[in-house]
């Protein structure tokens, strides 16, 4: 019943930006994130922020570079891009967790729902 799918992908040049947006189908979770896997990577965490809009959070990659951001009324999760980088090419995930706890929000196994992803490409 409740579905997560992501778009805004594609291929971008060094230095570009790239907005990505998840579209929540059923209901939003306390807990929304942003993953990405390379190609022959384990996926990694991103990005998550809570659903009353507390604080926000990032690996180390993606702090002050990315901006992750939520519109509970439109059921819409987001992840700005900014001064994108070659090691940012991946497969790009949002994900859904019931509950929050700012201590485990990069855990994978605590999301219960996924989306299908949508791939960045980053060129020279």
């Known amino acids: 019943q409740v579905q997560l799918e992501e778009s805004g992908g594609g291929l971008v040049s060094a230095g570009d930006s790239l907005t990505l947006s998840c579209t929540v189908r059923g209901r939003m979770f306390s807990t929304m994130a942003w993953f990405r896997q390379a190609a022959g990577s384990e996926r990694e965490f991103v990005a998550a922020?809570?659903?009353?809009?507390?604080?926000?959070h990032y690996s180390d990659s993606a702090k002050d570079r990315f901006i992750i951001s939520r519109d509970n009324a439109q059921n819409m999760l987001y992840l700005e891009m900014n001064d994108l980088k070659l090691e940012d090419t991946a497969v790009y995930y949002c994900?859904?967790?019931?509950?929050?706890?700012?201590?485990?929000?990069?855990?994978?196994?605590?999301?219960?729902?996924w989306g299908q992803g949508t791939q960045v490409t980053v060129s020279t």
């Open positions: 922020t809570d659903w009353l809009g507390g604080p926000k």
């Open positions: 994900a859904a967790a019931k509950f929050y706890n700012p201590d485990f929000v990069s855990v994978q196994r605590r999301y219960e729902n």
